[in-house]
């Protein structure tokens, strides 16, 4: 994948986090992967019987992990859970689209965190 075939994370915003630091990018990228599922998940069961602190805590967690790496349709997702959550409030319908936005987010971190190189491509003449 060329990073202009990234549709739910912009590497280069990783980069830039990562100082241009091809290890700490993969080590941070690796941190995402290990970590988000587990998030996700406690979003899911919290959702179930209404947890409200701990939708806003694991919201609040993810979307900081997902700013990092440009997920900006993720992080929006996970502020409107955040801030339903805080103000113990209905979450909103876009609750339901969790699961899908971090598998995709997911898939484009595992995918990136083993091609990305670093290097940007040159602009056509």
């Known amino acids: 994948m060329t990073p202009a075939s990234y549709h739910a994370i912009d590497p280069w ?8 630091d091809l290890d700490v990018f993969r080590t941070l990228a690796w941190i995402y ?3 988000a599922p587990l998030l ?3 979003i899911r069961e919290s959702r179930a019987h209404y947890a409200a602190a701990e939708i806003y ?3 609040h967690t993810l979307k900081g992990m997902a700013g990092l790496l440009g ?3 993720l992080c929006s997702v996970l ?3 955040e801030l339903a959550a805080k103000a113990n409030l209905p979450l ?11 598998a995709r987010v997911l898939s484009e971190v595992e995918t990136c965190s083993e091609q990305f190189d670093g290097i940007r491509p040159r602009e056509a003449p």
Not at 92 to 102: E, H, N, Q, T, Y
């Open 13 to 20: 915003a990783l980069w830039d986090v990562a100082a241009g």
């Open 33 to 35: 992967l290990q970590q």
């Open 40 to 42: 996700a998940q406690r």
């Open 57 to 59: 805590s694991a919201s």
């Open 71 to 73: 997920a900006t349709e």
């Open 79 to 81: 502020e409107q859970l």
């Open 92 to 102: 909103p319908a876009a609750a339901d689209r969790v699961d899908d936005l971090c």
